[in-house]
Each structure stands twice: as C-alpha cells, then as structure tokens.
C-alpha cells in the first residue's frame, strides 16, 4: 500500500516549525506536547482533513518526532497529507468514537504511557474547542504520575510571524476575497434572495481564480441587513435584498487553510447621514491605525489610534479591534493568541499578519469596512484590493 | 429599540422542548444545566449564529425560563432569533474574549450565583467542544457550592424524536441534496478541477429550490478521489479530476439548521471488478439494514444486517455505520447520542432519523453510497429521491 504524500510546504519548513516549537517547550519547562488545535496540527505537520470532530492530536516529544494520533479511518489521511513515517502514525478503533462507555483519551493515555513518557510535564490545550472538559478529566485520570500543565496558544503563539511561503498562501487568499467582494458590488440588488447572493459568494470563493483554487473558510459569509446588522455574527436567510438598507459581507478568502478576512458594507439606496458619518470616522480611524501598524509599535497602539478617532466622532466602541491570521480550522478564522485592544502591549513585528476588525455594531444597524495587512518596518503591506469603502448601488 | 424576532417553530413547539427538557433534568436529579452545544441552544430558544466560536450558553433552571448568556455583540442576535424577553438575554463584557487575565466562565459563574443557584445540582456538558477543560475548571472554582455533573447529551436525547414541523425542513434539506448530486452527475468530467466542481456542490447547496433556499452545513463536501477515497475525511485540492478513478461526493443539504446527509460515487470511465463486486455487497447490504430499520428494532439490528451481508460478501466493516440526525452546528453533523453498530440497544421509534452511513473505506480506494431516513412502524421514510447507484459516467 503506498500513499504519495504532498507536503504544502518544504521538509525544511517543519523542520523549523518544530524546533521554533520545542524551544517553547523548554521555555515552558514541558518535555511533552499533546496538541489537539487542528490549526496546530497542520501547522506542524501538514495534517488536513475534516476530521477534528472526533478526538484526535498530535504528540510533541521534546526528543524525537510527533505522533499523529487519531481514528482509524483517518490514519490514511494522516499518510496522505503529512511528512510523518507510518510508524509515527498511531490510529485508534472506532469503538471509541461517540461511546459512553470509552473515551479515545484512555487511549492516547496507554500511548503516552507505553512511549515512556507517563510521568513527563506534559503540556495541553485547555482552552481549545477540540479539549473537551471530560477529555481533560480522562486524559489527567489515566496519566497518574504525569503532570499536566496549560499550554493553550503555545504553538499559536509560534505561528504569529510568517515565512514568503506562507505569505504567498496568504495573498491568494486575498485575491480570492478580492473576487468574492467584487462579484458582491456586480450582482447585489434589491429582491434578490439572500441565499442567492451567499450562493454566489460561496461559489466564487471556491472556485477561486483560473491560476488557483479556493479552500473552506474556517467561518461562513456573515451577511447582516438593516436591524440585523446590529447584531455581530447572524449568517443568512432566504429573504429578499431590501432597498434602503445596509449589509456587511464579513466573508474570509481561504488558500491551502490560510486565511484573509475583509468585510465591506453595502447601501441599496441612498444611505442615511448617520451611515456616511460613521464611515468618515471608520475611514479616518482606520487611516490612523495603519498608520501605528508597524513594527517596534504594539497591539494596543494600534486599537488606541483607531478608538482616539472614533471619539472625536463621538463613537465609543469597546470590543477588541482586530486579530492575528494565518493557518485556521472552524469554529474561528482567528490565529488566537494578541489582540488589538487597550492593554495588549505585544510589540508588533516584521511578518506578523493581523484583520483590523473595525466593524461597528450599533443600536439598530452596522457598517464594517476592514483590512488585513502584514506588519512591515514602515506602513504595512495591505493584503486586499478591494476599495475601502461604503459601497452605494442606489 | 426594537429587535422584531421571527421564530422559526410556534411558541407552543417551544414551550414542549423545554417541557421535555425539565422532565429528564428532574429524572437526573437536576435543578439547572449549563448548555453550551450550538445546536442545543438553537432547538430550545431558536437561538442562531456563528457566535459559538467564543463562550456562550443557556442556563436553563428547573423552575423558570432559560436565560441566554454570550458576548455583548451577540446579544442583539439573541433578541432576534429566539422567543427569549429581553430580561432573559443576558450580555458579557467584551474583554473576557480571548484573554489571559479574565474567562468568560467567571460571570456565567457570577451570574449563576446572583440568581441564587450557587447551590444547586448542576448539569454541564462534559464532552462538547464548546464546553473546554479550561471552562469547565474555571466554574467549577467559581461555584464551590455546586455540584456539578455530567449532563453530556441529555438535551441531544431529547431531540431525537422528529416533530411533523421538523420533518418539513428535513425534507426540504433532502430536496436541497438531491439537488446538489443531480448537479454533480451533470457537470463532472475529467479535467475539470475538483474545486471548480465543489463551488458548483456549495452553490447549489445554499441556493436550494425556487420555494427555500439552503443553509450551511455543518461539515463542507468530503469529496475523496482514487487513493485519497481510502482515507474519510479529506475535503478538496484545486487538481483535475481524473479519468479511471472513483470518487465520493460525502455531503448534506441543510435548511434552517436541519441536515440531511447523503453519499453517492462517481467513477469516471470503466469501474474495475472489485468496484462493482463492492457496490453489490454494499446494496444487498444497505436493503437488509433497510428492512431492520423499523420501529421496535434496535440500533444494533441495524447494523448487524448490514454487516452480515458485508461478510458475506468477504467485507469486514468496524466502524459504525450510522447515527440520528437533525439540527446541527459546526463541526458536525450528528445527533451525538445513538449509534447504529453492534452493541446499542437503543430502541428505534417513529420519527427518528438517521443518516445510514454504508460506507466503505478499503486500504487504496473507498466507497460510499447512503441514505438518510425516517424510522415508522413499517419500511422506513427514505428521506432523499437521488438514484441508489455508484454513477458511471464514461
């Protein structure tokens, strides 16, 4: 049985994830990793495959390489997309899967043991949606000379400044939502249904352009009209486009699981003065927090920027205002670890990638108008081409 | 400031899920939950959206309405998808996002204790995804007094009986499947780009029909060629399909959260021996689980005629092969209770319904054809009217 692997980026690249990654460990005084972040997997090891809804993880020994380990059905996938020997790929039977008697933890337990690392410091993900509170419960009664310490955002953290390679993932992922907002601006009109538009938005992120083709975003179009677009994270009905109302698109470009967010919004009419004066504040907030965007500033000087202008505007928005992106699996195209809000002093640096998501919900209605960019020594590499702008079909 | 709500099942639908829902907390011995799965939310308020990615969640206390609980930006979603008074919909600040200082856990528990439940026997859900070891940790210290049990699945239970109302969306989502494989069937050939056919797949998926259009389902398209058909869950790559090679299109229509799933090959060109000799021990086999599939049966009937006549045909399958279905969420899109594999003695009632997943996943090459159904007192409802054939297109 041979299964060709293809490998998305070079043996040299997880060389150096790896090792960027037990040097953390060391740091952090931990001899074992127990990953379970899909994002970190494939980040380490190439692994892609939509199967993170059952258990599954990747060991990082400090002194030898990973184990993938996970349902049998999905070990030739484990084969098949990552740069690990089949002897370090570990599957377990599905009789573990959705039983209430076994829990797969008791088998990477018996693993972990067998390995002779059951009394090592091992770290885990305790806060992360595939480390579920009984996994953990498992995991911790059946490790009893281990200790378990929080390692959530270790890897995250490692993955913050990209390399070219995965820059270059990350600018089709750009051109992809370059083409989904366009196709947005060419066919939205009132009456036509919702989904039908959202159709075509999924359609073309897909298909992508004729040179590449598009990946799942970790998070569907957002797609908020009128009082809806109060709301932060509604997706979409079968309703008709209204006249006289505005919709965010909050919709991400997706190449090889990397992500690039841009959310643009969409007047059918003529908008209200409340909207143009919320996109003048928008814009020149926008304008003055690229302008802190830069390396050697932090995450905070950028969000203060954006907020000290919004102010002026007399608009007080207190959620975060954006967040590192790159490789991501669903529930959350973010990269989990800075955000850019008053008192995260992360000092920016050369490479680092982030959304500056200055979405603003109001009582009733919303606008957002967002970039992604590349933190670069001087003003930041902005990833999309789409205009920044309200954009009005009357 | 008015949010109209437009609920999508009556108040009295409602009002008997929550009905059920206490019944079984009081046979627990529960006197308040703590529900975090997306899809239990959605069943017992209506509630709707890609919030799920931070903390959110219903407390549902045995003597009084359900209080939903999330991030401040969320709250607005709340007032518009559920049947929830304003009074009952209960923000959190935003700097408990993804922060190291603060867990959003920590004003669920503030609130749990200000209604004064700090002392009661409460349920969590142990094994979700949106339930994390860290969560779990922090209310289990910020509620010293209460006993906290395991209450995984004990809402999912109580959906597994389909009302008429519920079965109406399925069958439209069964509509919006046979759509999605109709088109499949007419537009795939060799060298086109598997991408290029996947837009095509997600395009017709959420456009649905003249009458409805369709939702996002809760796992995107699973469509493995040749080798990568012997591994389960690998989604796509922007490389032409090829001629001589078998592939499955693992994919479901959704409308308003409802999931109908269904699996069809296509083999381009002239199916070898061992494809066909497959696809015969799979329908003979499929048939029997058909026949066993009727009220008063158990889950395990199911599955043991199927794999019975698999066996006799040389095939051992160990996996399970199948699981009930309904409202679901990222990033699945199973019921989370039953199983159809040897060993569950869940009886089958009418109106359950299931997703019979017969597929075969052998060392080079898979196979998947199945079907989604309604159990009655008789032959089951098949819920979908795509052909029940691997498709050859030559």
């Known amino acids: 049985m041979t299964h060709e692997t ?11 994830r790896l090792a960027k990654t037990k040097t953390a460990m060391q740091a952090a005084g931990l001899d074992l990793l127990v990953i379970v972040d899909p994002s970190n997997m494939n980040w380490l090891t190439g692994y892609d495959g939509w199967s993170f809804y059952v258990h599954q993880g990747l060991l990082v020994p400090i002194d030898d390489d990973p184990i993938w380990w996970g349902r049998g059905m999905d070990a030739n996938g484990a084969r098949l997309t990552t740069w ?5 790929i570990i599957p377990y039977v599905d009789h573990y899967v959705m039983s209430t008697e076994r829990h ?16 090592r410091r091992i770290g885990v993900e305790m806060e992360n949606y595939y480390y579920t509170a009984k996994a953990h419960a498992v995991l911790a009664a059946d490790l009893p000379d281990a200790r378990l310490h ?7 953290w490692q993955r913050a400044v990209k390399s070219e390679a ?72 079968d309703k008709p486009m209204r006249a006289d109302e505005g919709t965010f698109y909050e919709i991400a470009g997706c190449y090889q699981r990397y992500h690039v ?7 059918l009419g003529k908008p209200p003065q409340h909207f143009l004066d919320a996109e003048k504040a928008l814009q020149e907030g926008m304008a003055a927090g690229l302008e802190a965007a830069r390396a050697g500033n932090t995450c905070e000087d950028v969000a203060n920027a954006f907020f000290a202008v919004l102010r002026t505007h007399g608009i007080v928005k207190d959620s975060r205002t954006g967040y590192p992106i790159g490789v991501s699996y669903p529930p959350d195209w973010g990269e989990r670890t800075m955000s850019l809000r008053p008192g995260d002093r992360t000092e920016l640096e050369p490479n680092m990638t982030f959304h500056f998501m200055t979405g603003l919900w109001m009582d009733t209605w919303g606008l957002e108008i967002t970039e992604s960019l590349v933190i670069r020594d001087g003003a930041p590499e902005i990833l999309c081409n789409t205009p920044r702008e309200l954009v009005v079909k009357p």
């Open 6 to 16: 293809e490998l998305r980026f070079t043996r040299e690249d997880y060389a150096r």
């Open 84 to 88: 690990l020997p089949d002897d370090r």
């Open 104 to 119: 797969a933890m008791q088998d990477l337990a018996r693993i972990v043991r067998e390995q002779g690392w059951g009394s």
């Open 150 to 156: 929080d390692a959530t955002a270790l890897v995250n």
């Open 166 to 237: 995965e820059l270059t993932c990350m600018r089709r992922a750009a051109a992809i939502v370059d083409a989904m907002h366009a196709r947005i601006r060419e066919i939205v009109e009132p009456g036509m249904r919702k989904n039908d538009l959202v159709a075509e938005i999924q359609r073309t992120a897909i298909a992508g352009t004729p040179d590449f083709g598009g990946d799942y975003a970790a998070i569907v179009p957002m797609v908020a009209s009128g009082v809806e677009a109060s709301a932060a994270h509604l997706t979409w009905t």
């Open 261 to 267: 967010p841009l959310c643009r919004t969409v007047y």
